[in-house]
């Protein structure tokens, strides 16, 4: 640690108050010192104090004003973040305790992709809840996109699904569980359903059903229907909402994109029928993100045990 970073460190640890930090994103948020003042109900000439006690402690500027407001410097985003962080960990410590003092045995919040909503996260919480059937589990839906910020901001625990690529991993932890192969589905008496070697010009009439455009599997496949423009979708459903992706397909000739294990539980039920069409973009890996620098409760270190287990039999 540097000489001016030991020093900063100390300031904080000595002179940082949660109020403080409370300001600066409610600043943030608002646009207006006056408005997070008021918000907070402080005066505007003691909450631009505030602020500026904070940069001379942290010897950066913090917000510039513009005509629209002010808005943070590259320093204060940084110092917000790590605010809100703050903030979360103490609301998990305050949830974590109340769900304790009710006899409940800790508490795990779950982002999850489509990949491990079918059966990979539904067999881990099974099993983790047989262990500790008291646990309080909280799954939340999305993509990369959305989980992962909420991950580094503490929101979440932990994120599960299909493992993001390089621009989600700084400051995060993963453990690639099983690789999976990407398929294309449709219902149970389709046209294209039972036929062999489907092309796309054969799948070039119906409508699909696609993950959002900022998913990595999203663009390897635009890269595909690119160098095919006369084939290209020309209708599209964008949802990783797996209920939805059911009911989708069960009542329209739409094509599916979808992991393979979600596949199978689906063609198992006879529901649906996977094409004889390799989709373009290889297998990938599924597993389990975290956040690097935080101590994992026990109750989140048991959760990422039980998803090994149930990973390492899927991946068999």
């Known amino acids: 640690m540097s000489h001016k970073q030991a020093r900063i460190v100390e300031r904080a640890l000595t002179r940082l108050k949660l109020k403080q930090l409370r300001l600066l994103v409610a600043v943030a948020d608002r646009g207006s010192i006056l408005h997070a003042a008021r918000d907070m109900n402080l005066s505007q000439p003691a909450a631009t104090k505030m ?3 904070l940069e001379t402690d942290f010897e950066v500027q ?29 609301s998990h410590a305050a ?6 003092t009710e006899g409940n045995a800790g508490r795990v919040v779950v982002g999850t992709l489509l990949a491990a909503s079918a059966r990979l996260l539904p067999l881990a919480i099974d099993g983790v809840l047989k262990e500790r059937p008291n ?30 690529t390089h621009r989600h991993r700084s400051d995060l932890d993963q453990m690639r569980l099983y690789d999976e192969e990407i398929v294309a589905c449709v219902r149970a008496g389709h046209p294209l359903a039972g036929r062999s070697r489907v092309s796309l010009a054969d799948m070039a009439g119906f409508g699909w059903i696609l993950p959002p455009a900022e998913t990595t599997l999203r663009r390897q496949l635009d890269q595909h229907f690119a160098s095919r423009p006369e084939v290209s979708p020309k209708r599209v459903v964008e949802s990783v909402s797996y209920l939805t992706n059911r009911a989708l397909m069960a009542q329209s000739d739409l094509i599916s994109v979808m992991p393979g294990q979600v596949a199978a539980v689906e063609i198992a039920g006879g529901a649906s029928a996977r094409l004889d069409w390799a989709v373009p973009v290889g297998t990938g890996p599924v597993g389990v993100s975290f956040r690097r620098a935080d101590g994992l409760s026990p109750a989140a270190r048991a959760f990422i045990r039980v998803l090994s287990e149930v990973g390492t039999g899927i991946g068999a």
């Open 51 to 53: 602020i500026k006690d």
């Open 62 to 90: 913090l917000f510039t004003r513009t005509n629209r407001g002010v808005v943070p410097t590259v320093y204060g985003d940084t110092l917000i973040r790590h605010g809100k962080l703050v903030f979360a960990q103490i």
């Open 95 to 100: 949830q974590e305790l109340d769900d304790l």
């Open 135 to 164: 646990l309080v589990i909280k799954v939340v839906e999305g993509t990369n996109e959305v989980l992962m910020p909420g991950l580094r901001a503490g929101e979440l625990d932990l994120v599960v699904g299909r493992l993001p």
